[in-house]
């Protein structure tokens, strides 16, 4: 096989090989393209005879792998191309050069049990992208796992991926590694997402274990094995694999699907629930232990911790009782008689006084019209507030308790299920417990974290905070948050959403439960911390811009972000005023107390798609014509991205920052980018924004080999940037491939073609419903085509 490979194939010239298997090889090459090393993975003649393990003919392998390569994902390792040249069939990877995990695992030493479950909840991950995309892996193993250099996996491989069907249209052929197939690949059923929950369970199972779990030197009696026998984890397993950990492991090991875990992305919940408090949660690691009491046991010499500690604990467990009364609530709450003033005070606000009809004037009223949820989390703030009134720095506490209280407001307005709004109020009021408290209890130590996070000197790099925290205190703010909250006895459904998830925001809507609670309490709190850190005149872009980040991931819009900012402004501008807390007019929290406003200078930042100025006729600008207020964004856009460009940046948010400037500058309905293919003949739709692009985008398909060319070909070619006022008329309609006239179909649209030595590498497609919808002026036109060279420049630029 490699001595008849040709050095070059397409456009790819063959550099090495980097593994050899039954069915493919695997080869380091370079794109001259995009000058950058790929890799390419060769299907052998062999294979393409024999279409067992592959699903289908050739055609179908690439039609597949064309689907897959629309996947983007941080956990898959994206398929740029799909093709064949010269009999060669052949994929297109990004080139990834860590080695596997089937490498790691036999290289050994075997990976801790934190790092097996980390590992899997990144697989899982990616998973969960597929599957909601409509595809399934179908041969999940360790060798198709790549580790790259920051240790993140990586899944590959979707070379034999299927789309999940329904159809019942008789057994199918097995397809799949005999060693992780499940019960019903064995069987030859239809693709379905637990297929790959059964492959993910297995190989968690030998991370866990150090042994192959269905793995023989005749691999037809692994297939028949796994029919007729449940796989079952070793009894001989390290003790950090307790049984929580077991019963999680051996519900994706189900021989029947319907016992099994009913999709990646549960599996992936459960799997982090169960992690947080053993990798999160340092404080029960013994060298965290004798931290935690030596900081327990300063607080308590605090005159007023065991009287907020007992108070607290007190409260939560009348709240969590099913056997205690309205009335037991009631007298708790009078028994303070400060908190009872301070209630009332805040429920006869606006926000509570509609629940009444009127004025609230016994607790007992109070805790029957807004519940045992709503007055145990007012009851567990004003506690927090009362106990903080007399110390010396009262101001920076003041601060840090009402950035805590807009953190939970703004939680609470964002949780779309308002059974659980309460619960995400508390836990957004709890992440940053262990900040609060060192702010309260060591107001030293706190000064000194502030002054490693920010230093004073100018040019000196910052620490984050975690590890800041642990310098000064010897564990992080979060352990010791977590530490307090269990001496309190909080629910541990409570501790799990006050550990802060790491990594970058998910790409894919989280399902309601405990992960959905953490991720909403980490938005919250640092749209909080923005805007208690942020000057004014910045607020809004920053936070646009961060709400941009989290919104597919919690199912909510930008503007749902916005919204719930002014509601929790509103909600907190009360509770001020009912509770007399006065701010000096230099208090970082009357920044929480303003209204976002768009300012003019609004600017992206390197990772922010979001424009420099809101098009919502709500909003003030300085521009008089929408004309202007277009010029503005566009040249805005254009310097941002210019900033962007300066530093390391990732191709993909480049062009995105693009999109969307096009997008909301001028008002389109959608905006797409499309991209050469392997043979250079076709440019095919990549990403894009606006309405429904994750579907239309691939749709948009020129052909650039037709005789005579379509509209789009004859632009892309000739390399002129083409408005179309009115796709009806009869010269233009005439012209317009059937890729158009279906779902993409629009009556405007502008098209930007992208040359590299006179020769189209794609082009910007932006489209309108209405006829005559986009008028340009030179001003704009001249924007418009300095982002399109942008564009241009990013790929030249992408790999130095």
């Known amino acids: 096989m490699v001595d008849s490979l040709p050095p070059e194939l397409g456009r790819f010239c063959l550099i090495k090989p980097l593994g050899e298997g039954a069915q493919a090889s695997v080869w380091l090459a370079h794109d001259p393209l995009l000058d950058r090393e790929v890799a390419v993975?060769?299907?052998?003649?062999?294979?393409?005879?024999?279409?067992?393990?592959?699903?289908?003919?050739?055609?179908?392998w690439l039609h597949e792998a064309r689907a897959v390569s629309r996947l983007t994902h941080p956990n898959i390792v994206p398929v740029f191309e799909a093709d064949t040249q010269a009999g060669h069939s052949y994929l297109v990877?990004?080139?990834?050069?860590?080695?596997?995990?089937?490498?790691?695992?036999?290289?050994?030493?075997?990976?801790?049990?934190?790092?097996?479950?980390?590992?899997?909840?990144?697989?899982?991950?990616?998973?969960?992208?597929?599957?909601?995309?409509?595809?399934?892996?179908?041969?999940?193993?360790?060798?198709?796992?790549?580790?790259?250099?920051?240790?993140?996996?990586r899944v590959m491989d979707f070379g034999i991926a299927a789309r999940m069907s329904t159809d019942a249209q008789g057994p199918l052929r097995i397809v799949g590694t005999p060693s992780y197939l499940s019960p019903e690949a064995a069987r030859g059923a239809a693709p379905h997402p637990q297929m790959d929950v059964f492959a993910a369970a297995v190989i968690l199972a030998e991370m866990l274990s150090g042994r192959r779990l269905n793995h023989d030197v005749d691999p037809w009696r692994s297939v028949r094995r796994v029919q007729t026998t449940d796989l079952t984890l070793p009894p001989d397993l390290d003790a950090?694999?307790?049984?929580?950990?077991?019963?999680?492991?051996?519900?994706?090991?189900?021989?029947?699907?319907a016992e099994r875990w009913p999709s990646a992305a549960q599996m992936r919940e459960a799997l982090a629930a169960w992690l947080r408090p053993v990798a999160d949660t340092t404080m029960d690691a013994p060298q965290d232990a004798p931290v935690l009491d030596f900081l327990l046991r300063r607080m308590r010499h605090k005159s007023d911790f065991p009287a907020l500690s007992d108070a607290i604990v007190r409260i939560q467990r009348l709240t969590?009782?099913?056997?205690?009364?309205?009335?037991?609530?009631?007298?708790?709450?009078l028994k303070d008689v400060a908190l009872t003033q301070k209630l009332l005070r805040v429920v006869n606000t606006v926000q509570y006084r509609h629940a009444g009809g009127g004025g609230i004037?016994?607790?007992?009223?109070?805790?029957?019209?807004?519940?045992?949820?709503?007055?145990?989390?007012?009851?567990?703030?004003?506690?927090?507030?009362?106990?903080?009134?007399?110390?010396?720095h009262a101001r920076r506490l003041r601060e840090e308790y009402l950035r805590s209280l807009m953190a939970a407001a703004l939680a609470r307005e964002l949780c779309p299920n308002p059974r659980e709004a309460e619960e995400a109020f508390l836990g957004a009021m709890f992440h940053h417990l262990g900040r609060s408290l060192t702010e309260f209890y060591f107001p030293e130590e706190a000064e000194a974290v502030r002054r490693l996070v920010s230093p004073a000197e100018a040019g000196q790099p910052g620490v984050p905070e975690e590890a800041a925290s642990v310098h000064v205190l010897g564990m992080s703010y979060e352990a010791l948050g977590l530490g307090?909250?269990?001496?309190?006895?909080?629910?541990?459904?409570?501790?799990?959403?006050?550990?802060?998830?790491?990594?970058?925001?998910?790409?894919?809507?989280?399902?309601?439960?405990?992960?959905?609670?953490?991720?909403?309490?980490?938005?919250?709190n640092d749209m909080a911390d923005l805007l208690l850190e942020t000057p004014p005149e910045q607020a809004h872009a920053r936070l646009h811009a961060m709400a941009q980040r989290h919104a597919r991931a919690l199912g909510l819009t930008a503007e749902a972000f916005e919204d719930a900012v002014d509601s929790a402004r509103?909600?907190?501008?009360?509770?001020?005023?009912?509770?007399?807390?006065?701010?000096?007019?230099?208090?970082?929290?009357?920044?929480?107390?303003?209204?976002?406003?768009p300012a003019p200078d609004d600017s992206l930042t390197v990772h922010e798609l979001t424009p420099t100025l809101a098009l919502d006729r709500t909003h003030a600008s300085t521009a008089s014509t929408p004309a202007e207020r277009a010029t503005e964004l566009l040249a805005a856009g254009v310097q941002d991205i210019t900033d962007a460009m300066v530093e390391n940046f990732q191709l993909n948010a480049v062009l995105r920052m693009i999109l969307e400037t096009i997008y909301r500058s001028l008002g389109f309905r959608r905006v797409i980018v499309a991209l050469r293919d392997a043979r250079g003949q076709t440019l095919i739709g990549r990403l894009g924004v606006g309405r429904d692009v994750e579907r239309l985008a691939p749709l948009l398909r020129v052909d650039l080999t037709l005789q005579p060319p379509d509209l789009f070909g004859a632009v892309c070619l000739k390399g002129a940037d083409t408005l179309i006022q009115d796709a009806r008329a009869p010269n233009i309609a005439a012209r317009l491939p059937a890729w158009f006239k279906g779902d993409l179909q629009a009556q405007s649209f502008l098209v930007l073609?992208?040359?590299?030595?006179?020769?189209?590498?794609g082009l910007i497609y932006a489209d309108h419903a209405q006829a005559h919808a986009v008028a340009l002026a030179d001003k704009e036109l001249s924007l418009l085509r300095t982002l399109r060279n942008q564009a241009v420049m990013a790929f030249r630029q992408s790999t130095g």
Request: net charge neutral.
């Open 320 to 333: 969590q009782s099913e056997s205690e009364s309205l009335a037991s609530l009631s007298n708790e709450i």
């Open 93 to 153: 990877f990004e080139y990834v050069s860590g080695g596997t995990l089937s490498q790691r695992l036999r290289s050994g030493p075997r990976p801790s049990t934190a790092e097996a479950v980390t590992w899997m909840l990144g697989i899982l991950d990616g998973l969960a992208a597929a599957h909601a995309a409509g595809l399934v892996h179908r041969d999940l193993k360790p060798s198709n796992i790549l580790l790259d250099a920051q240790g993140r996996p």
């Open 240 to 257: 950090s694999v307790d049984d929580a950990l077991r019963a999680i492991v051996q519900r994706g090991l189900a021989r029947d699907a």
């Open 484 to 524: 307090v909250a269990r001496q309190w006895g909080l629910p541990e459904a409570l501790q799990r959403s006050m550990c802060r998830p790491a990594g970058e925001v998910p790409q894919r809507a989280l399902e309601e439960g405990a992960e959905r609670q953490r991720w909403l309490a980490r938005a919250s």
């Open 570 to 597: 509103r909600q907190l501008t009360q509770i001020i005023e009912a509770l007399e807390l006065n701010l000096p007019r230099d208090s970082r929290a009357q920044r929480l107390l303003l209204p976002l406003t």
């Open 41 to 60: 993975k060769l299907l052998k003649p062999q294979s393409a005879d024999d279409t067992e393990g592959h699903g289908g003919s050739v055609d179908q």
């Open 361 to 392: 004037s016994t607790v007992s009223r109070a805790v029957a019209l807004i519940g045992f949820a709503g007055i145990r989390n007012l009851a567990l703030s004003l506690v927090l507030l009362e106990r903080m009134e007399n110390k010396s």
């Open 753 to 761: 073609p992208l040359m590299v030595k006179g020769a189209p590498l």
